[in-house]
C-alpha cells in the first residue's frame, strides 16, 4: 500500500535501529520504515542483520546499514551498544540525518542518544519506539533500569504499541513524561481471509480443524499451554496443530506433545515466510503468552479472518475483543482456553461471526494508513522539540 500525499511537510532522512531477526518489533519498524520510504523519503534500516522482511528487496529510498562487532579476549561480551551509536554516526554524518526512530529503549534509544552527542553538525531528533519486553523485562530489570530510564528521558519523542505498555512505563520505570500511545498495524491486502486447499492439506485433512500457533517458543509465549490445550480439544473432536517458528522451547513442546499423545496430529512447522498464506488456513489461533505489549501476530491472525483465543496479558485484551473477535482468557488457564477454544470450534456459525468481525476489526481499527501518520506526527513534533533544544 502506498500512501498519497506528502507525509511530511518537507523532504526527510530518517534512519531506523532495528532488530532485523523475525519479530513484531521488526516487522513494525522495517513496514514503517517502508511506507516512509515510498512516499518520498530516504530511510537507513540500521541493524545487526538484513532486517528479515527486506531480504530479497531493493527498494527506492532504502539503503541498509549493518552494524559489526569485534569479539575482542578482554570484553565479556561484544559491545553493541556502541558498535550501534558509531554507524548511526556515521549515518548522521554521511547522509544528514533528520529523525531516528530507536525501536526499543534498550539498546537501540541508547545509542540513537549516544550517536546524537558524537555528532558535528545539526543533530537529529530521537524517536523512541517501546515494544514491550525492553521495558517490561530487560528494561525493568536492576542491571538495566537506569539506561533504560536515561533513554527513555533523553528521547524527543517515546510512543508505546499498547496503552499498557505506557501505563506500565510510566509505573514501573519511574518515568514522567508523555508517551504517545500508537498501536501496531496490519497490511490488511498481505494478511486477508481466503481459502488455500492446498497449503491447508499438509496440516489436516478437510474434515478436520486446524488450531495454529506462530511465536518464536520464548518461555514468554507459554507454548507447552498451547500444546496442552490442544491435547484437551482433540479428545473430543478431530482436530490438528500447526506450531510455526523457533526458539528455545520448542523442543519441550515436543516433548510434551509427544507425552500427550498427540505428536502425531502436531506439526512443528519451524520458520514459514510465507506466514501469510498459513494464516489463512486456521480456524483458530492461539496465544497463550505470559506477556505481551501487544501481539501482533494476534492482528495478523485477525486480520486474516481468523478469530483469536488469548491470555489477557499485557495489551493482548486492547487488540482482541473478548467475545467479539474472539475469547481473553487468564494467563495459565489451560481449562479455561480448552473452553473458549472448544466452544468456537463446535460452533461454526460463531466462529464465522467472530472471524468477520476479526477482520472488520483489523481493517478499521489498525489501519496502516493510520499509523503511519500518526508516526509522521510524531516525528515532526520530536524534530521541533529537538530545535529548541540545539
Ligand atoms: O515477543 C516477541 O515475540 C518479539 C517482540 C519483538 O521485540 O519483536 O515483540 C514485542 O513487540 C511486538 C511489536 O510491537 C509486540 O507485538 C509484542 O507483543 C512484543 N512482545 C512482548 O511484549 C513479549
Redesign the pocket.
Known sequence: MTLTGPLLPRPTTIAVLL?GGA??????ATELGLRFAQAGHAVHFISARVPFRLVDRSDANVWVHQVETMAYPLFDAPLTTLAQASKLAEVIETYGVDVVHAH?AVPHATAAVLAREMVEGPRPAVVTTL???DV?LIGIDRAYLRATRHAVNASDAVTA?SRHLRDHTLNELGVQREVEVIP?AVDVERFRPGPDPDLRRRFARDDEMLLLHV??F?P??RTCDVVRTFAALRAERPVRLAMVGDGPERHKAAELARSLGVDDATTFVGAFPRIEALMRTADLFLLP?A??????VALEAMASGVPVVASDA??LPEVVLDGATGRIVPVGDVDGFTRAAGELLDDDELRARMGRAARRRAVVDFAEDDVVRAYARTYVVASERAAQGR
Open positions: 532488530h519479530g513484531g518489533s521488526g516487522v513494525v526499543y515494544h514491550g519486553t517490561t504499541v501496531n511465536s518464536n520464548r514468554v509465549k503468552s506477556q505481551e505489549a501487544f501481539g501482533l499485557g495489551g
